[in-house]
Every structure is written in C-alpha cells, then in structure tokens.
C-alpha cells in the first residue's frame, strides 16, 4: 500500500509538469486530469489506510483535497478560454 500510494503522489506533480512542458493548453489539461486522477486514487488509498488503522484520521487528506480544488480550478478557467 505505501509503495502504491508513492507512486499516486508522484504522479500528481509528474503529470502536471508533464503536461506543461509540452506547451499546448490541450495537452495541458489532459494531464492535469491524469493529475486530478491520480490524486483520487491517493485520496481513496488514504481512507483505506485510515479504515486499516495504519495513519491517523485525516492525515494528510486536507493538503490533498486543496491540491483537488486548484487543478480543478486551473480545468475550469481553461474552459472560458
């Protein structure tokens, strides 16, 4: 479960440089869904972790869902442009 929840956290910034450098708006979003997907599924490993009793409640979920909210921020201002 950790080695699995590394690579969900990794791939969120990854994918968001990602899809930056390759300097297209389209390319852009698509990978920060990947990101947005990627942060899902470490929000989903975190609750489980939670439920196994092997973090605390709530450790680490408010940074991630603040991470949630400014990529979905930065897809919602793409669609007025």
Known sequence: MVSQMRRSAVSI???IS???GRGTKVSFHQF???A???ASELETQL???EKLEY????QGQ???REVMKMINTILSKG???
């Open 55 to 58: 973090c605390e409640e709530n």
């Open 36 to 38: 947005y997907g990627s």
């Open 32 to 34: 920060l869904r990947i």
């Open 18 to 20: 990602e899809g930056y």
């Open 13 to 15: 910034p990854s994918n």
């Open 79 to 81: 669609k007025d442009t």
């Open 62 to 64: 408010e940074l991630l």
């Open 47 to 49: 609750l489980l972790a």
